[in-house]
């Protein structure tokens, strides 16, 4: 009888101990999603997206084109505005032989140890607004040849 009756409490602490377990990895589990979702809602409110919409359609100005009279690639500099709130120097207007002209955003160069050329962006934009800019700056760019 003592046997049965350790045996029975024996198997009664191991189901404890495992339901213990259970709700060990289920709380785990809980706090890890909830530590996740409390993250991405801190990148959301410090990295906030702001979208082009109908009621806050993109205005692109192209201020200043100041054309390059060389035989390379790079055919001008640009100055754009959107919005009448930010100002963006130094875009570029490059055109190599047999493809279509494209506008390029400010850009640094840097030289890796090989001495090998790399470009780093200085702004980045999202894609729509990025071909708004496109699209303005070559309309004025072809308007001025």
Do not use: Y
Request: with cysteine; aromatic share 6%.
């Amino acid at each position: 009888m003592l046997t049965w009756n350790f045996a029975l409490s024996k198997s009664r602490s191991d189901s404890i101990q495992r339901f213990k377990a259970v709700d060990a990895k289920q709380e785990l589990e809980r706090v890890v999603h909830r530590a996740m979702v409390d993250h991405k809602n801190k990148e959301d409110q410090m990295n906030p997206t702001i979208k082009p919409t109908t009621d806050h359609p993109l205005h692109i100005t192209v201020d200043d084109i100041k054309a390059l009279n060389g035989t390379g690639n790079l055919k001008a500099f640009v100055t754009v505005t959107i919005n009448d709130k930010l100002t963006i120097h130094s875009c570029r207007i490059v055109h190599q032989p047999g493809q279509a002209a494209w506008v390029s955003l400010p850009q640094r160069e840097w030289r890796d140890g090989a001495g090998d050329r790399h470009f780093a962006p200085l702004i980045e934009l999202l894609q729509e607004v990025r071909e708004a800019i496109q699209e303005e700056v070559l309309k004025a760019w072809e308007a001025s040849q």
